[in-house]
């Protein structure tokens, strides 16, 4: 090779280098479809709805300081029914999100969550803080805001001197993977995963609309990163590295967060004297408001989080460390306050829903290679239940980034039926009940990649 070409040779090796270092964590991490549409399910019918609305992100793309993120709004997963009388369904958001790509800690006085949008999973789905909009109206002594509600003294989004959790007062609103619309924005308060498959089972939706969820919370792995917060800080799952050094081993991030022991309501954590809530029992149990909470600093317990819900730490994406949050859970799995972000930003809040672009950008075309064999062995692909006399379970564990294809087959190597677990989803099915009872293969496949393994199918 002569010396010219040696040099564009290297330039090139330069450039692209560069480029990979530029498509950082917070561009590559999105979940990208342009073909799959999502569905949804309505009470009293266990079968899913096509709503002809493509799901996770559409486009990516990227400048200097800031990634856009196009997206619908939709999950992969279905979604509902919402059980507690919500007439919407999740709508076509149709968003643009621009996020920074340098964040910063904010120095100043940190800044609140607010009602709305605060940040946004990697599959394009909202992410709200801990609020629904009902707050407890001290003048008249009843809830206000929300729909059944009177307005609150103000007008709506006004802080209140006792604001109502929406994780303990709309549980029966959410579906199972613990998502609602509010006026068709379809989103998540707190960890992104299934009910049925938490350690103690807190709702039954997922009895008869069987969805999944973003990720499978495996405890024996970092959590996969699951979105981003509007101060461009990376979100994770529950679990990570006890030290923030990635040393330590795995465990459960914990909130720093604990409920307040009181029997009344007449102070807030800090000792401020406010107006008087509803006394702490029957339809107003403790940690149905928020100021029910109080901060607790663990000096020297590295598991626990600071008072936004997050540390500086080492992370599979970030190995040079990063502030991440973490989306909270108790040791049943069930959602821990103040559930992801909050009750303020970390960073300097910066992120904004534009409608259109305005600046040149690099759209981002994520790889087609498909999983390492590494990386397929990590789902942990399993299937349930074996021997079956009906539906077979196929599920994943972990966070789903590369279209699954699932087939089956009889002895002689006949394909009876074929199903898919999608990015963005865990879960698929298969029914069992017109196959003869005997041995069939199940294989799992994606790029050259594959796991099979025998399901018997039995007698009724």
């Known amino acids: 090779m002569n010396k010219r070409n040696c040099a564009y040779a290297l330039a090139s090796l330069m450039l692209l280098i560069g480029s990979v270092k530029a498509q950082g964590p917070a561009i590559t991490s999105w979940l990208q479809n342009t073909t799959q549409t999502g569905s949804y399910y309505k009470a009293g019918n266990s079968t899913t709805i096509s709503n002809s609305i493509l799901v996770n992100c559409q486009k990516v793309e990227y400048a200097a300081d800031w990634v856009y993120v196009s997206t619908r709004g939709i999950p992969a997963y279905p979604t509902g029914p919402f059980q507690d009388g919500n007439p919407s369904q999740a709508t ?5 999100f621009k996020l920074s790509l340098k964040p910063r800690q904010n120095t100043g006085t940190a800044t609140a969550t607010t009602g709305g949008n605060i940040g946004l999973f990697i599959n394009g789905v909202a992410l709200f803080d801990y609020r629904d909009g009902v707050a407890w109206n001290t003048s008249t002594n ?15 989004g006004t802080t209140q001197s006792w604001n109502r959790d929406a994780i303990p007062a709309e549980r029966p609103g959410f579906d199972c993977s613990k998502g609602h619309p509010a006026m068709g ?5 707190q960890n992104p995963s299934a009910f049925k498959l938490d350690k103690k089972v807190i709702s039954t939706v997922c009895n008869l609309y069987d969805a999944d969820g973003l990720y499978v919370i495996d405890t024996t792995k970092h959590s996969p990163l699951i979105g981003y917060a509007y101060d461009g800080f990376p979100i994770y799952g529950a679990y990570g590295y006890r030290n923030t050094d990635a040393t330590g081993g795995i465990v459960r991030m914990k909130s720093g ?3 307040r022991s009181i029997t009344a309501r007449t102070h807030h954590a800090d000792g401020t004297d406010v107006a008087d809530g509803p006394l702490v029992g029957g339809s107003y149990p403790l940690g149905y408001f928020r100021e029910d909470y109080e901060f607790k600093t663990h000096a020297g317990e590295a598991d626990y989080l600071d008072e936004h819900n997050g540390r500086f730490c080492f992370t599979p994406e970030y190995p040079q460390g990063i502030y991440c949050y973490f989306a909270t859970v108790d040791a049943n799995h069930n959602s821990a306050y103040p559930y992801v972000v909050g009750p303020t930003f970390y960073g300097v809040k910066t992120a904004v829903k534009v409608t259109t672009v305005g600046e040149t950008t690099t759209i981002y075309t994520p790889s087609t290679t498909g999983y390492t064999p590494a990386e397929f062995g990590a789902l942990n692909i399993r ?7 009906d539906i077979l379970a196929i599920q994943a564990g972990g966070l789903v980034k590369e279209d699954i294809s699932l087939h089956l087959y009889d002895l002689s190597g006949r394909e009876l039926m074929h199903s898919s677990i999608n990015k963005g989803q865990t879960i698929a099915y298969f029914d069992m009940q017109a196959l003869y009872p005997g041995l069939y293969t199940l294989m799992a496949r994606n790029g050259k990649q594959e796991w099979t393994q025998q399901v018997m199918k039995a007698e009724y």
């Open 257 to 259: 967060y604990q409920l």
């Open 383 to 389: 299937m349930f239940p074996n021997p079956t006399s």
């Open 142 to 156: 009843a809830l206000c805001g929300g729909p059944g509600n009177p307005p609150c003294p103000g007008g709506p």
């Open 185 to 189: 924005n379809y989103h998540h308060h």
């Open 92 to 96: 076509d958001q149709n968003a643009i």
